[in-house]
């Protein structure tokens, strides 16, 4: 486990004003936790601030809207970059859920407010409040189009929206449990759901019904994706013709993050196990980095890297602090991954 660098602030803000301090620390497993703080000591003549850090830290490249920071004792280093822009308005708590459209114009999130908005990406003004949801919405994702919205709530429901007038033009009913996470199989004839009841369910949009259960754990489904597998892979063969209502969902692997520490994959098709690999800890998320392979993080901090043709052993095992992965993100040739600290 790698030694975890943090600022414990809003640096940007903190660094804009002269004299301006942000704490920082570093903490390895095993090991007291270092603390220290950067300084702005005014500005230079390019109009970069002037940054010192306290004894233990050493501050490398600094921009307009980066800092590098390292600290030798651990051998870390990492460069923090300042937020594009922020928007405090948009809800009044913790966000829980958010995406942004294919075309980049639109946002939606939900919040523990109870609030599912959407909302212009470039300076965050309101356009639509999505009202329909019992209880908390857990999740919620534009379809390619970017003209609709999935979601998902502790009411067990999964409802599509329109992005242009709010309404809500269909709600499937089925799950047992609230939904955790969904999924949208191709451009969004057919979409997968997962529940705290255990199950991953296939869809059909057209004719707002159940196209079949994928999956039934026995624990709740924290997390799903859905992929093209390597055609490598042997996905299974379906025990019976699939409805002519399925689309897309030949070739394809869905993954299942699971409580029970388990990570599944599922042949979308077959409904067929393909895999089944233990962690450390219950499973929140999943994703895939290519056809070849995925990621998966846990409530103990881990994030596994696996091969789906052999999923024995993972290819690495990240792990920068020991709190929950929340969620992950492929990005360029890594990833992103948000924390619960």
Request: charged share 20%; with cysteine.
């Amino acid at each position: 486990m790698a030694a975890a660098l943090r600022i414990q602030s809003d640096w940007s803000r903190a660094l804009s004003k002269d004299e301006g301090e942000a704490w920082l620390s570093c903490r390895s497993p095993g090991k007291p936790t270092l603390y220290g703080s950067v300084t702005r000591r005014g500005l230079g003549s390019d109009g970069v601030p002037d940054i010192a850090a306290s004894e233990g830290f050493v501050v490398g490249e600094v921009t307009k809207k980066s800092i590098l920071i390292s600290c030798p004792h651990e051998n870390v280093s990492t460069k923090f970059l300042a937020p594009y822009t922020s928007f405090s308005r948009i809800h009044q708590k913790s966000i829980t859920c958010l995406d942004i459209s294919s075309g980049g114009g639109l946002g939606v999130s939900t919040s523990t407010d109870g609030t599912m908005k959407i909302w212009q990406a470039a300076n965050g003004e309101i356009r639509r409040l999505l009202e329909g949801h019992v209880y908390d919405v857990n999740c919620c994702r534009f379809f390619p189009s970017g003209l609709v919205v999935l979601s998902g709530g502790m009411d067990a429901q999964l409802k599509i929206w329109s992005a242009e007038d709010a309404s809500c033009v269909v709600t499937f009913k089925g799950h047992k449990g609230g939904i955790l996470d969904t999924a949208i199989v191709d451009r969004g004839r057919n979409v997968l759901s997962c529940s705290r009841d255990g199950t991953a369910r296939l869809w059909d949009c057209g004719k707002s019904a159940c196209l079949g259960v994928i999956a039934d754990c026995g624990s709740p489904i924290n997390g799903i994706a859905a992929g093209t597998a390597d055609s490598s892979l042997h996905l299974g063969t379906p025990e019976k013709p699939p409805s002519e209502r399925e689309v897309g969902t030949e070739g394809k692997i869905l993954l299942l993050a699971r409580e029970d520490k388990k990570l599944q994959g599922v042949g979308l098709q077959s409904r067929q196990p393909v895999f089944l690999f233990f962690g450390s800890d219950a499973f929140n998320c999943c994703t895939f980095l290519s056809s070849t392979y995925l990621l998966a993080g846990t409530q103990d901090g881990n994030i596994y890297q696996l091969d789906v043709r052999n999923t024995d052993a993972p290819i690495q095992v990240i792990r920068r602090s020991g709190a929950p992965v929340l969620s992950l993100l492929p990005y360029r040739d890594g990833f992103i991954a948000s924390q619960g600290n």
